[in-house]
């Protein structure tokens, strides 16, 4: 088991953050990280736990407030039938939460499905349980939604997990109600777990998030990982969960939280109480500010790199999922260098140049899936002085490229 995990892929989200590191004044829009403060009712809720001494061990699954508190939201805000407190479990942020369900669903060589493009830990994680993700795309035509004649057709009789991301990181799409309705009727005709990844929930700038769980007997057949990292602007803070009915398999996942860490830093839960009990308004306040920066970084990038990349503002997340025009690579002299998974990739070629000649983070769209190849992904929930930084620095050094 231990060298199996040097098999386990390392997203190049973790590399290139390592290459960040080396870099002087860098725009940082490789990382899915907000630049928002937490908010003061987090703040205030761990200086107390702090001063009260909540510094002990804790029950694996969580402090009882706050997996009331969770199980509360989940029924009003998600409208998912959650009967008992008991069905949470607090996990160490989202990564957690999937890790401990694929573990807890997956045996050696059963199929996951999973978007293409999506979020590389998923697949790796898939893959650490010993499953085997099964990437199937999400079209860029269809406001990057699945074709879902094409998720049934990768069905197979391996196939024991339909995950779900929606809003998707790193594309934005969002699966409608009608998706989510005729994939909960193949989960259940085809007998499949479903596990909804709704680390995006709160953003979402068009149409409506439905968590799938809410649909009429889905949640027995659900289960939905959530994190604090996104909604709250806690990505250092390690708060996530999950609800699951059944009660064996909330066990043995239960038991994988317990030994990956016991329990989940107890003054991060008491802060996540502070954040939950607390007014809701930030979450309203990011996502209208995550709207207005996305439309400024695509309005920029219009003018910074004209005729470079292509695609429209997402409906939902805080990425920019561009299309590199290959025309303009050519033109430019921009020639495809070899990939971390092998081959030739003109999106590794491009972001080691826009990290080199302009400070610029940003995530090659081959890691997202192989189809995906010739997109680049750049965080668009950064501050605006770094968003107009990095455009900036973007349009002077694709303006050098072209007067080479
Ligand atoms: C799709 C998706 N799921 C889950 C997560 C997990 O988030 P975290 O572990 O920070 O809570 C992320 C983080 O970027 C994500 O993009």
Known sequence: ????????????????????????????????????????????????????????YLPTPGIPRLRELVAEKLRV??????????????????????????????????EVIVPEPEWPPTMAIAQAAG?????????????????LDEVERAITPKTRVLYLNSPNNPSGGILTRPDLERLAAIA?????????????????????????????????????VYTMSKSYALTGVRVGYFAIRDKALRDRATKIVLYTTSNVCSIAQYGAVGALE?????????RNELKDRRDFFYNGLAEAAPGVFSGDPPDGAFYAFVKINADWARDAGLSPVASAKGGDSLSWAMAEHLIKHARIGCV???????????????????????LAGALASMKETFARVASR
């Open 1 to 56: 088991m231990g060298k199996f995990y040097d098999t386990v892929p390392v997203s190049a989200i973790v590399r290139i953050r390592d290459m960040m590191y080396t870099v002087k004044d860098p725009f940082r829009l490789d990382q899915g990280d907000v630049s928002f403060d937490a908010p003061d009712t987090f703040k205030q809720a761990v200086a107390k736990a702090m001063v009260d001494n909540r510094t002990h």
């Open 77 to 110: 805000k998600n409208r998912l039938p959650i009967d008992k407190d008991d069905e949470i479990v607090i996990t160490n942020g989202g990564t957690h939460g999937i890790y401990a369900v694929l573990h807890a669903l997956l045996e050696p060589g059963d």
């Open 131 to 147: 499953g085997v993700p099964v990437q199937v795309r999400l079209h860029e035509h269809l406001g990057w939604r699945w074709d």
């Open 188 to 224: 259940r005709e085809r007998d499949l777990w479903v596990l909804s990844d709704e680390a995006y929930e709160d953003i979402i700038f068009t149409g409506e998030h439905v968590s799938i769980a809410s649909l009429p007997g889905m949640y027995e057949r659900t289960i939905p």
């Open 278 to 286: 607390g007014p809701q308004d930030c979450i309203i306040d990011f």
């Open 364 to 386: 090659p769209g081959v890691d997202f899936g192989p189809n995906c190849e010739g997109y680049m992904r750049f965080c668009t929930g950064r501050g605006r002085p770094e």
